[in-house]
């Protein structure tokens, strides 16, 4: 079975602070996604990598950064926290290769709270 | 640019009785299209997805969903939903090109009663 484990549930952090979330999945994905999910929105791309130390803007880039030094790891980074990135944030990996392999497996998420 | 809209935020249903979650998607190329589930404290599971071929797609809980290109559709069915079917319900479709990259509705959070 595909893992994909996020290095926190639940985490609260104040305004300004430097916030780390971490994802390691554990199948060999050349994939690597970080979403945000907030109600009414559904869920919307922050940043993807395609491979190692390859990075692409999603959607909502603004306020956050990335990190993949290793394949199997995808930081996503919060450089100064600010109250409207409270959120739940979701992380996924897939194979390359087209859509046909390309099903994205999710984490169960981290719930960021800003304060 | 492609779009995905969930047509009802809540549906409510009672035990047994048949479900329907409706989805439309925009975009001026073939896609492809994917169901997923969200349950409580929980990430996205795959239910079931549309590459190519017949339009009828079976998943996994006895969920189905057809495919209708002339109306830009990709509905969710069940005939007898279970209490723990209760859950957040996404519609994506992915963009042509590489990388695999999902856009996704706004979700459709469905509470089945007893």
């Known amino acids: 079975d595909v893992k994909v484990t996020q290095s926190s549930r639940y985490l609260v952090k104040r305004t300004g602070e430097k916030v780390f979330l971490e994802c390691v999945q554990d199948m060999d994905h050349e994939n690597m996604f970080w979403y945000r999910q907030d109600p009414g929105l559904g869920l919307r791309l922050i940043y993807f990598s395609y491979d190692v130390k390859m990075k692409e803007k999603g959607d909502i880039p603004e306020g956050y950064s990335v990190s993949r030094e290793k394949k199997e790891r995808f930081s996503l980074i919060l450089e100064s926290a600010s109250t409207n990135q409270t959120s739940m944030y979701l992380c996924?990996?897939?194979?390359?290769?087209?859509?046909?392999?390309?099903?994205?497996?999710f984490g169960p998420g981290t719930r960021l709270t800003v304060t | 640019a492609q779009s995905v809209t969930q047509l009802d935020s809540q549906v409510p249903v009672f035990e047994e009785a048949p479900v329907e979650l409706r989805c439309n998607y925009s975009s001026s190329v073939s896609v492809y299209l994917f169901w997923y589930v969200q349950y409580p404290n929980q990430g996205l599971q795959l239910l079931l997805k549309y590459l190519s071929g017949s339009t009828l797609v079976k998943g996994i809980n006895g969920f189905e969903a057809e495919f209708n290109k002339s109306q830009t559709s990709f509905h969710l069915r069940k005939p007898s939903v279970h209490i723990s079917d209760t859950a957040e319900y996404f519609c994506?479709?992915?963009?042509?090109?590489?990388?695999?990259?999902?856009?996704f509705g706004a979700g459709t959070r469905l509470a089945v009663h007893p």
């Open positions: 994506a479709v992915s963009l042509s090109g590489g990388y695999n990259k999902l856009i």
């Open positions: 996924a990996s897939s194979l390359s290769g087209g859509i046909i392999r390309g099903e994205q497996y």
